[in-house]
């Protein structure tokens, strides 16, 4: 009766020791990948809040739900350097022929 609980439980020792190995190996991989950390928040996605740089101390507002920190603008919140996708539209002028005389 004991053998197969042991088995169990060296079954499920086993898988947590392999989960807790792949877990290290994601954590230890750069998170940008092939971009770069953005220069505004460092690879934190976050910069602080307009309010926490007010003059009478208090932090909090609505935009940073009483943390002090927003998304950084420069990088939409994603810690990368990575450029955002932007398409151009351009219109070509219809000018009138220059006449000379």
């Known amino acids: 009766m004991g053998g197969p609980i042991v088995l169990t439980q060296i079954a499920q020792g086993l898988s947590v020791l392999a989960g807790a190995a792949i877990v290290k190996t994601l954590m230890d991989k750069p998170m ?6 953005c220069p505004s928040c460092n690879g934190t996605g976050r910069v602080s809040c307009l309010c926490s740089r007010w003059s009478d101390g208090d932090v909090g507002c609505r ?6 920190r927003t998304f950084c603008s420069s990088c ?3 810690g990368t350097g990575r450029p955002l996708p932007v398409q ?3 219109r070509r002028q219809n000018n009138p022929p220059v006449r000379s005389n």
């Open 32 to 37: 940008a990948g092939p971009f770069p950390r």
């Open 76 to 78: 939409g919140g994603s």
């Open 88 to 90: 151009l539209s351009v």
């Open 63 to 68: 935009t940073c739900s009483g943390s002090g």
